[in-house]
């Protein structure tokens, strides 16, 4: 892509990177890179922390109240309401703990970064069933073409941002 031979500092004003030290502290806290959290929140919200989704999901990582309720019942999060979500403190960290989770759940298996990114848009009963239909071994095929493209471009903003922002 023509982005892919911008200099950094074009990459930067292009692709902000808004709540910077939050994204890195947490991004550190649940071992993930800084670069793939900034490229999964400018991939759901472009950084706006007021969004909400007419599927209910809410803030900079978009998360749904019912999986943000989840991770603070096995967070110590115990006084959590959905309006928390609208922190951008909350909704990085839980954020981040999810991808972790993530990450976690698919690791080893062909593609697990892309079966990570596949659950957190497309959710994780349905990346379960795409591995249940996918022979051993092999990498699985993503059937929904929104969370196809949702994957690559992902993948691309964690170039960007790498390269952004070291």
């Not at 006084?79 to 999810?98: Q, T």
């Not at 022979?135 to 170039?159: F, K, M, N, S």
Request: net charge positive; aromatic share 12%.
């Amino acid at each position: 892509m023509a982005l892919e031979a911008e200099p950094a500092w074009y990459v930067r004003l292009r692709y902000p990177l808004r709540y910077e030290t939050i994204v890195r502290a947490h991004a550190r806290n649940y071992d993930l890179d800084p670069a793939l959290v900034a490229a999964v929140i400018y991939a759901e919200s472009k950084f706006d922390p007021g969004i909400r989704s007419g599927a209910g999901a809410v803030g900079l990582m978009q998360l749904l109240p019912e999986t943000a309720q989840g991770i603070a019942d096995r967070t110590g999060g115990g006084s959590f309401v959905a309006d928390d979500l609208y922190d951008p403190e909350i909704n990085i960290r839980y954020g981040c703990w999810y991808l972790r989770h993530l990450l976690e759940k698919y690791r080893g298996r062909p593609n697990d970064v892309d079966l990570a990114l596949a659950a957190y848009n497309a959710g994780q009963g349905a990346v379960d069933g795409w591995l249940r239909r996918t022979p051993a071994g092999q990498p699985v095929a993503i059937p929904y073409p929104e969370t196809r493209a949702y994957v690559a471009r992902v993948r691309h903003l964690r170039v960007l941002y790498a390269r952004g922002y070291g």
